[in-house]
């Protein structure tokens, strides 16, 4: 099934919307071809769920921190260095897939220099959500945003390597708790009750580290070497592109580079991908707060979110929903450099009347005929703007039967055609459902 991809080299994969977009399931479905999967940003606010049917059985699978290419035991998962990670969430993570069944031991390498989510920064995090009222940017309150800050701040970080050495935690750990309570009490008048204490927060840190040891290596090294030798690297990026702390739709963002900071993330250089493969759903999401052109605050929105199952494995908030927006692709597939695109959810849309692509934006105060292909990655002046959409016709045809790209419905088949040509990016993949089955690769 995947024969016409084994060209692709080492791969990229990315999101090209807001999140949530499959990509977990690309991730699981390529991984049988590759030696090394590496997940290399964001933290355990970013989740996806793997599907797979074994002898009829099917399993469900969660995914936090560690890349999905876990399940297969003959490749190496990696979180790398740009991954801030919560210890007790990937503790809890790995005990999760064991009782599962899924093998974790030596096919698991974590970096010593990944950055450590501590509890003030969870607690940082809800504080200032809540002291934001109206502003708030939306955060999933794991503390990922405050790890990062804490990352840049430098004298205020603590990375897995001090977990393994009980004289450089308690060097720094003590320092930290007594000035974050300051900051705590004096920016959000935090009660005593919400303060800290860093002996307690020491030995359960301590202890995390003991039982994540034997997975921690320098992983820049051993990427390297892994590269050098010609294995084949699979790349795993959490969030996405219009979530980027850059490149996004900025401030209502997450806190590290989603799509373009690959080569920060892992220590490798840009020449080590030869492929990047954008994921999309065939239709938009957004959670949180920010902009969302496209979006359907009506029937048809919550007919997709019902259809499509659009709540959060991490938070289990309701997702927002909408049309697709080409706009929005074409310059993620810029930033990106995008060579193919996986379109995820497809069956979502089956039944629809009409199916609608966002492909301009009208701009506000210049008359109808004042339009913009390009997308503002700000925030303030997204808002502003107005879709400007092509219809097509929907396809009432139900596509859990079907087994190859040339048995989609005529409809569906137009639909992708007119999004390739949008978007400027060749389809190669389409997903029917949430099984690896259910996957149709394009020859």
């Given amino acids: 099934m995947l024969s016409p991809l084994r060209h692709l080299g080492n791969t990229s994969i990315v999101g090209m919307q807001w999140g949530d977009e499959g990509k977990g399931k690309i991730v699981d479905l390529l991984t049988e071809q590759f030696d090394f999967a590496v997940r290399w940003n964001g933290g355990s606010n970013a989740g996806h769920t793997v599907k797979v049917h074994t002898n009829g059985v099917e399993k469900k699978y969660a995914f936090h921190l560690i890349p999905s290419g876990i399940l297969r035991p003959d490749c190496t998962s990696v979180i790398a260095n740009g991954v801030v990670i919560d210890p007790l969430k990937l503790l809890e993570e790995i005990d999760t897939l064991i009782t599962q069944g899924v093998k974790i ?3 698991l390498k974590i970096s010593s220099h ?3 989510v501590f509890p003030y920064h969870k607690l940082q995090d809800q504080l200032g959500e809540a002291a934001a009222g109206g502003g708030k940017i939306g955060t999933t309150g794991r503390g990922i945003g405050p790890c990062y800050a804490d990352k840049a701040n430098r004298s205020t970080a603590i990375r897995l390597v001090d977990l393994l050495d009980d004289d450089r935690l308690k ?5 930290i708790v007594e000035q974050k309570n300051l900051l705590f009490k004096a920016l959000y008048n ?6 800290l204490e860093w002996e307690p927060m020491f030995e359960q840190y301590r202890s995390c580290g003991e039982q994540l040891r034997p997975f921690v290596t320098d992983t820049t090294r051993l990427l390297h070497t892994a590269w050098k030798a010609g ?13 980027d702390v850059d490149h996004g739709t900025f401030p209502f963002v997450t806190s590290s580079n989603c799509g373009t900071g690959l080569s920060v993330g892992t220590g490798l250089p840009g020449a080590a991908v030869n492929s990047t493969i954008g994921i999309v759903k065939a239709y938009s999401t957004r959670v949180g707060s920010g902009p969302f052109p496209t979006e359907q605050d009506n029937e048809i929105g919550k007919r997709i979110r019902e259809r499509g199952h659009e709540y959060g494995t991490t938070t289990g908030r309701p997702r927002r929903c909408g049309w697709i927006d080409a706009v929005a692709l074409r310059y993620t597939a810029a930033i990106t450099g995008a060579t193919a695109l996986s379109i995820m959810l497809l069956d979502v849309l089956s ?8 492909t301009g934006y009208a701009l506000p ?4 005929d004042c339009t913009t292909d390009w997308f503002p990655a700000d925030a303030f002046e997204l808002q502003h703007v107005q879709p400007v959409y092509e ?3 929907g396809f009432p045809e139900p596509l859990e039967g079907i087994t190859g790209f040339d048995g989609l419905p005529p409809n569906a088949k137009h639909y992708l055609a007119r999004l390739e040509q949008h978007i400027g990016v060749p389809i190669k993949i389409v997903s029917i459902g949430p099984s690896r089955h259910q996957t149709l690769i394009r020859p």
Wanted: aromatic letters at 4%.
């Fill in 105 to 107: 031991e030596s096919n």
């Fill in 114 to 116: 990944a950055h450590i």
């Fill in 171 to 175: 060097a720094k750990l003590p320092g």
């Fill in 190 to 195: 935090a009660a005593p009750d919400q303060l």
């Fill in 231 to 243: 294995k084949r690297i699979l790349f795993e990026g959490a969030n996405a592109v219009l979530l």
């Fill in 351 to 358: 039944g629809f009347d009409e199916l609608k692509i966002c």
């Fill in 365 to 368: 105060g210049q008359g109808s």
């Fill in 391 to 393: 219809s097509l016709a």
